[in-house]
Nanobody, 116 residues
Framework: QVHLVESGGGLVQPGGSLRLSCAASGSIFSIYLMGWYRQAPGKERELVAS???????KYLDSVRDRFTISRPYAKDIVYLQMNSLKPEDTAVYYC??????????WGQGTQVTVSS
């Protein structure tokens, strides 16, 4: 199994920025599609952004132009740069393959709270 560890969350005011990191205990750089997901209280987990090994990206409409997903070449890490944060971005953020894999259990996630 590959274990995923998310970090970089915190409390930020509306309009602020955070950079999330997802580090893996094993190889993920060759996984074709990696993504960042989030789960807000009382809601289903949703895919926020995804990136292929070639660098092609897709975003949830509500975060497009504010969030940027990246994955350094041949590195077992995925980033999510979040700018212009809004209260509705408050959630626990996770990374995983797309679709999520049984061989990559969900990590603990990192809490992002956007509040004044």
């Amino acid at each position: 199994q590959v274990h995923l560890v998310e970090s970089g969350g915190g409390l930020v005011q509306p309009g602020g920025s955070l950079r999330l990191s997802c580090a893996a205990s094993g190889s993920i750089f060759s996984i074709y599609l990696m993504g960042w997901y989030r789960q807000a209280p009382g809601k289903e987990r949703e895919l926020v952004a995804s990136i292929t090994t070639g660098g092609s990206t897709k975003y949830l409409d509500s975060v497009r132009d504010r969030f940027t997903i990246s994955r350094p070449y041949a590195k077992d890490i995925v980033y999510l740069q979040m700018n212009s944060l809004k209260p509705e971005d408050t959630a626990v953020y996770y990374c995983n393959a797309v679709p999520a894999r049984a061989t990559m259990p969900w990590g603990q996630g990192t809490q992002v709270t956007v509040s004044s």
